[in-house]
Every structure is written in C-alpha cells, then in structure tokens.
C-alpha cells in the first residue's frame, strides 16, 4: 500500500490580494469562499473538493486557464458576469476569434467558451456544457 493518494488531493493558484480574490470569488462568482486556518482562502466546490488560493507577494498571472466552469446557459452566464462588471472578451480577434461579448463559438473544435480574469489577471472560463 502506498501512502500517495489522490483521495484529498486539491489544486492551488496565487493571487496579489487575498482580500480582492475573496470579493471576487464570493461575491461577483457567488462561489464559497472561506479562510482557512492558515489565513488562505479556500473555494468550496459542490462535489466536496476545494481549491487553495494563497497570497503571492511576487505573483506573476498564469497564462493559461486556472479554472473552467462548465455552465448549461453559456449566453446566460456571460451576460451576468458583464453586468456584474466583469470584463469577458480579453483576447483580440486573431487570438480567439469571438463575438462581441468575448464568446468563442467552437463548433467542431471544442464548447463554446469565453474567457475572463480574476483581479489577480488569473485567466478564467465559462463554458457550454
């Protein structure tokens, strides 16, 4: 029996600031957001897992996607993340070529997804389930 498992295993990312990261995370995405006693923040998820956020005092954004949240209405999910002041098309057209509100329609090559970042510049998405 080995003592590596991947039973309680969590993923982790870093932020400038712990405070902003709350706000964001809690209040603009509505997720559970809590200290834990270390003074990290922890994202609950509904499965039961969570995702360690720590404050990097020399945080360099990651230039990939952190955190992807499949959603049945991608539409629905953008237009509530922009009135929320959420800021969804980040890449120019010949990056991603995407609509007007940032959604980039995959068709044969992926769901439709649109990207965002959090206030740490961590990139984010929304996409079709």
């Known amino acids: 029996m080995t003592a590596f498992t991947v ?3 969590f993923s982790g990312f870093s932020v ?3 405070d902003a990261a709350r706000r964001f995370y809690g209040d603009t995405l509505g997720l559970n957001v809590e200290r834990n006693p270390m003074g990290f923040l ?8 969570s995702i360690l956020v720590y404050d990097k005092p020399n945080h360099e954004p990651a230039g990939f ?3 992807n949240f499949p959603v049945a209405d991608l539409d629905a999910a ?3 993340l922009i009135a929320k002041g959420v800021q969804t098309k980040i890449y120019p057209d010949h990056v991603f070529p995407s ?3 940032g959604i980039v329609r995959g068709g044969d090559r992926g769901p439709d997804i649109c990207w965002f970042r959090d206030p740490a510049g961590n990139v984010l998405a929304v996409m079709q389930a």
């Open 7 to 9: 039973q309680d295993a």
């Open 16 to 18: 400038d600031d712990l």
């Open 42 to 49: 922890e994202i609950r998820l509904a499965s039961g897992g």
């Open 65 to 67: 996607t952190i955190l």
């Open 78 to 80: 953008v237009d509530e």
């Open 99 to 101: 609509d007007e509100r």
